[in-house]
Each structure stands twice: as structure tokens, then as C-alpha cells.
């Protein structure tokens, strides 16, 4: 597995991004992506997850509303639309794939094993 996030970049407050996880390996042996973000001098924090076979989403309280997660399973990419963007929007943000299955909401950050270098929002007037 190897993950590689992109799309990041400077956005006005309001305005909206993409962001892409792509597999460069083409190797399925996980059950979900999630997305996570980590701003300057805080903890990284969970923004949702997707189900890869199914498409089912879940998402943190910091996405809901306003981000979507969404999957191409012919490209082997998972997209975070990012809408409505917020000055505490910015941050490094990361997707991670894992094994685990849970019946609702997203696994723990600690059951990601595979993650891919994050790429940066920087949201800004």
C-alpha cells in the first residue's frame, strides 16, 4: 500500500478544495481510508472515513456539514471535498487505509496502518 494525498493548497475563507488519496500500489488488502488532519502545535484529529467496498461514510464532528468523502474505485482514489473552509481549516491533512471493520462510525486512529504524507490546506484572506 502506498498512499500519497494531494490537492492541497492556499484557499480563501468560504471557498472550497479536493483532496485525492490515491494507492500508487494498486494493492486492495484494506477495508477503509480515512482522513485526518493535524494543524500547527495541535493533536491530529480524525475528519471521516469511507467504507471501500460499500462507499458507506462516516464523518467527525470537524467534517460533518461541510466535507465530503467519496471514492473512484477504478482510479483506486479516495477524493475529500472540502466546502465552506474555515480559517481553523488549516492544517496538514492525511488519508490512512486499515483492515479494521466496524459496523458504524470510523476505527480508531490507531487502527490505520498504512498512511500516506499529508499535504497542506492553508486556509487564508
Known amino acids: 500500500v502506498q498512499l500519497q494525498a494531494s490537492g492541497g493548497g492556499l484557499v480563501q475563507p468560504g471557498g472550497s478544495l479536493r483532496l485525492s488519496c490515491t494507492d500508487s500500489?494498486?494493492?486492495?488488502?484494506?477495508?477503509?481510508i480515512g482522513w485526518f488532519r493535524q494543524a500547527p502545535g495541535k493533536e491530529r484529529e480524525g475528519v471521516g472515513c469511507i467504507n471501500i467496498f460499500d462507499g458507506t461514510t462516516y464523518y467527525e464532528d470537524v467534517g460533518k456539514g461541510r466535507f465530503i468523502i467519496s471514492r473512484d474505485s477504478a482510479k483506486n482514489t479516495v477524493y475529500l471535498e472540502m466546502n465552506s473552509l474555515k480559517l481553523e481549516d488549516t492544517a496538514v491533512y492525511f488519508c490512512?487505509?486499515?483492515?479494521?471493520?466496524?459496523?458504524?462510525?470510523?476505527?480508531?486512529?490507531?487502527?490505520?496502518?498504512?498512511w500516506g504524507q499529508g499535504t497542506q490546506v492553508t486556509v487564508s484572506s
Open positions: 500500489s494498486f494493492a486492495l488488502p484494506y477495508r477503509g
Open positions: 490512512a487505509a486499515t483492515t479494521v471493520y466496524t459496523t458504524y462510525g470510523c476505527p480508531p486512529m490507531y487502527e490505520y496502518q498504512h
